[in-house]
């Protein structure tokens, strides 16, 4: 059987809010902030809120691992993990760049 020498992918990226659950997720879980990384304002400075550039890291791990993506080395400034809208923002980037189509627009 011959088989699409172009496939298209099935898969469906998370949407924005999903992508924000799961980077508040990490965020609870390894960012060890003062507060509940839950009811953080999305522009809200996260190192002011006790984020340190090694909890940094290993929330960008939890996002790469929950949403099976790499973030670019481009991405691999202080600002990506500043406020939980760059995290979003930095997270959908590494979506887009693993050719998986995003979910509903926001």
Known sequence: MDQDPNPVAT???PDA???????RGALADHGRLAVDARDVASIA????????SHA???VMLAIEDD???????????????ATVEALVAAATTALVGTGTPTGAAA
């Open 11 to 13: 898969a469906v990226a």
């Open 17 to 23: 809010s999903e992508v924000e659950q799961v980077v």
């Open 45 to 52: 400075d996260l190192y002011t809120l006790g984020l340190t």
């Open 56 to 58: 940094s890291v290993t």
């Open 67 to 81: 949403l099976d993506t790499e973030f670019p080395d481009a991405l691999l400034h202080r600002s990506t993990f």
